[in-house]
């Protein structure tokens, strides 16, 4: 499987081509819309953290205010859909915080369309936005060090999909996302993930169905820049030298899954998927210059592992709940490969004809594959817990506490932070112009 990597254009102005593509893909949809439709969307909210960037030897609490705009667009003719939605977020801590301070854009695209017996769909997401990682990552040299300064980070984010209805009680579904994440500055890594996904469903009854899936993805890391400074043995000490030209590492990764869904109850459903995994690694060695040859950074390698996904979800008329276990590959936002072991859960609740109450809880653990030389390997945990009010139909006040906990394994201590939120929204009405 050849995938190749985009070049020539910067980061920015590609994700905006790639955007604008999709947008031209869909329009035929909404030349022939029956309805237009416009629905805006506004919050600002009160931030307390009193360790907003999750250092483990002290914290350092920071006051905030967050706004957030974005609008709805809907084109629909009963058999196709499309929507569009901008969104923009303002970050404001002040002088004392100025690494904290933002303005960031989003824009998520989705569209389908359907005939008797096939579906077609179109997702596609773009963001432009300065991030504060709060993961270690690794120093060129092979030490290690906490990136603490801001970076602005443009990711783009394309999967085009399709199913097909074979038989009465047999499907065939395809997806292909392709995701491309570029920092800005130097000390992260950029890198371009790709997934694909072939399925076959087949109902055992109205209630039963199982089903196959074969997986295969490709992960393109940035490992080193051209120019970077590389430490290399020399005369029994070391010696600072440039890398020349960009050094890239690939993994390679094939999988098979087998699931079986079951609807418990009219409104109790159960999903369990698992399968295994096999990851090629090979990595290119970083050029010297003035012909003191090469260096290799990463012995190529294969890891097998397994791929697992649970969940369990209810939606009754005042309360909604889930769980849901799973165990993937996926790159961290250092742009670091991982297996993830995540779990999670949450609760919504009506307390009361305007009042409603949220509790989230999320948790993983992240160990580097076998050949990760990046010391990875981390824990983290957070849990939410908010209030909600509709002053309005339109208008909502809500108060939210979250907690996040975060501790890598060759670290003696973790990392804690406690956040308070309250904030006030308003989602307007539906604006809608048919035909």
């Known amino acids: 499987m050849t995938l190749p990597r985009p070049q020539g254009a910067p980061p920015?102005?590609?994700?905006?081509?790639?955007?604008?593509?999709?947008?031209?893909?869909?329009?035929?949809?909404?030349?022939?819309?029956d309805e237009w439709s416009a629905r805006p969307r506004i919050s600002s909210r009160l931030v307390y953290d009193d360790n907003p960037r999750l250092w483990r030897d002290h914290t350092n609490d920071a006051l905030g205010v967050v706004t957030e705009a974005a609008v709805d667009l809907g084109w629909s003719d009963g058999a196709s859909q499309l929507t569009f939605t901008p969104r923009l977020r303002h970050n404001e801590y002040g002088s004392d915080h100025p690494e904290l301070d933002s303005l960031d854009q989003y824009y998520t695209l989705s569209g389908t369309t359907s005939t008797d017996r096939a579906k077609f769909g179109l997702s596609a997401s773009a963001s432009f936005a300065t991030v504060l990682s709060t993961e270690d990552v690794v120093e060129e040299t092979g030490g290690r060090e906490r990136r603490?300064?801001?970076?602005?980070?443009?990711?783009?984010?394309?999967?085009?999909?399709?199913?097909?209805?074979?038989?009465?009680?047999?499907?065939?579904?395809?997806?292909?996302?392709?995701?491309?994440?570029?920092?800005?500055?130097?000390?992260?890594?950029?890198?371009?993930?790709?997934?694909?996904?072939?399925?076959?469903?087949?109902?055992?009854?109205?209630?039963?169905?199982?089903?196959?899936?074969?997986?295969?993805?490709?992960?393109?890391?940035?490992?080193?820049?051209?120019?970077?400074?590389l430490r290399v043995p020399f005369g029994g000490g070391s010696l600072l030298v440039p890398v020349r030209?960009?050094?890239?590492?690939?993994?390679?990764?094939?999988?098979?899954?087998?699931?079986y869904e079951r609807a418990l109850t009219e409104t109790l459903k159960g999903r369990v998927a698992a399968g295994v995994v096999r990851s090629e690694l090979s990595a290119e060695k970083a050029r010297l210059p003035w012909g003191l040859g090469s260096v290799e950074l990463v012995e190529d390698s294969t890891d097998w592992g397994q791929l697992l996904?649970?969940?369990?979800?209810?939606?009754?008329?005042?309360?909604?709940?889930?769980?849901?276990a799973s165990r993937t590959l996926s790159p961290t936002?250092?742009?670091?490969?991982?297996?993830?072991?995540?779990?999670?859960?949450?609760?919504?609740?009506?307390l009361a004809p305007r009042t409603s109450g949220r509790l989230r809880l999320v948790g993983f653990r992240e160990d580097g594959l076998k050949s990760s030389v990046d010391y990875s390997d981390r824990k983290y945990a957070r849990l939410e817990a908010g209030v909600s009010y509709r002053l309005t139909p339109f208008w909502?006040?809500?108060?939210?506490?979250?907690?996040r906990y975060e501790k890598y394994e060759y670290a003696d201590d973790g990392a804690n932070s406690n956040a308070f939120w309250l904030s006030i929204g308003y989602q307007g009405d539906k604006w809608a112009v048919s035909r």
Not at 162 to 185: C, H, K, M, P, W
Not at 245 to 259: K, N
Not at 333 to 350: F, K, M, N, Q, W
């Open 245 to 259: 030209g960009d050094v890239d590492a690939t993994t390679d990764s094939i999988g098979a899954q087998a699931g």
């Open 148 to 229: 603490d300064r801001k970076v602005d980070r443009d990711s783009l984010s394309i999967t085009p999909s399709f199913s097909y209805v074979l038989s009465e009680r047999n499907t065939l579904g395809i997806d292909f996302t392709a995701s491309d994440v570029d920092y800005q500055g130097p000390g992260y890594h950029d890198y371009q993930f790709y997934t694909a996904n072939l399925s076959l469903g087949h109902a055992l009854s109205e209630r039963d169905t199982v089903s196959a899936i074969v997986y295969l993805s490709r992960y393109d890391r940035t490992m080193l820049e051209s120019g970077t400074t």
């Open 12 to 33: 920015a102005a590609r994700a905006t081509r790639a955007l604008a593509a999709a947008v031209i893909l869909l329009l035929p949809l909404a030349a022939l819309a």
């Open 333 to 350: 936002g250092d742009g670091v490969l991982v297996r993830r072991d995540e779990v999670s859960g949450g609760l919504t609740r009506e």
């Open 396 to 403: 909502t006040l809500s108060g939210q506490y979250q907690f």
């Open 309 to 324: 996904n649970l969940s369990l979800s209810e939606k009754l008329e005042r309360m909604t709940w889930d769980l849901a």
